[in-house]
C-alpha cells in the first residue's frame, strides 16, 4: 500500500483528534473554576461573594461552588466533523455564566419578633407568620463557558500534535 494511502487510512480516525479537543475545551473550562478567572484576550477575575452572616462558614470555598455540581457537570454535549459542543444541564449556569437581573421569590420562615420599639411606641413580643416576598438579583457574570483567544491556541496545539502523531 502507497505510503499517500497509508496517511489517509491513518486520517480517519480523527474521532480520536475530536476527543481529545472536547476534553481539552472540557479541562478548560473546569480550570476556570479553580483559577475563578475567565481568560482571553486579558483576564476578567470573577467578583467575590457578598458578604453575609455565614460567610466565615464560606469563606475557604471558591465562588459558584457550593456542592460541585455546576463544576461537574461540565462535558461535552455533541461532536462532529465541524464543531464540537460544551455545555452543562444545570438550570442556573446560564445566569452565572452570562450575569443580569432577575426576579426570585424568597420564602420567609415563622419567627418570634422581640420585644422593640416602633414609632416611639413600646412593642411586646409577637410571632411573626410565615410569608413568600418577590426580590429583584443582580447576578454578577462569572464566566466559565464561552470563546476564549487562549482556549483556541489550545485546541490548536492539540490538533497540531494528534495530526503529527497520525500522520508519521
Same mark, same amino acid.
Given at each position: 500500500m ?12 480523527a474521532?480520536? %483528534? ?7 475545551? %472540557?479541562?478548560?473550562? !473546569?480550570?476556570r473554576?479553580r483559577?475563578?478567572?475567565?481568560v ?16 466565615k ?13 455546576l463544576?461537574r ?13 460544551i455545555?452543562?444541564?444545570?438550570p442556573?449556569?446560564?445566569? *452565572? ?6 426576579r ?21 413580643? *409577637? !410571632? ?27 485546541i490548536?496545539? %492539540?490538533?497540531? %500534535?494528534?495530526?503529527? !502523531?497520525?500522520? !508519521?
Amino acid at each position: 500500500m502507497s505510503d499517500f494511502l497509508k496517511k489517509l487510512k491513518a486520517l480517519s480516525k480523527a474521532n480520536v %483528534v475530536i476527543n481529545k479537543i472536547g476534553a481539552e475545551a %472540557v479541562n478548560f473550562s !473546569k480550570e476556570r473554576f479553580r483559577a475563578q478567572n475567565w481568560v482571553d484576550i486579558n483576564t476578567e477575575q470573577w467578583p467575590k461573594r457578598k458578604s453575609t452572616k455565614e460567610s466565615k462558614q464560606r469563606a475557604s470555598r471558591g465562588v459558584l461552588t457550593s456542592t460541585g455540581r455546576l463544576r461537574r457537570s461540565i462535558r461535552k454535549i455533541s461532536a462532529n466533523a465541524d464543531s464540537i459542543v460544551i455545555g452543562t444541564d444545570v438550570p442556573y449556569a446560564q445566569i *452565572h455564566n452570562d450575569g443580569g437581573r432577575f426576579r426570585a421569590k424568597q420564602n420567609v420562615r415563622a419567627f418570634t419578633r422581640g420585644e422593640h420599639t416602633r414609632k416611639g411606641v413600646k412593642v411586646r413580643q *409577637h !410571632k411573626v407568620n410565615g410569608f413568600t416576598r418577590v426580590i429583584s438579583v443582580n447576578m454578577p457574570r462569572r464566566r466559565f463557558l464561552g470563546n476564549s483567544a487562549i482556549l483556541a491556541r489550545r485546541i490548536e496545539r %492539540v490538533a497540531y %500534535v494528534e495530526f503529527n !502523531k497520525i500522520l !508519521k
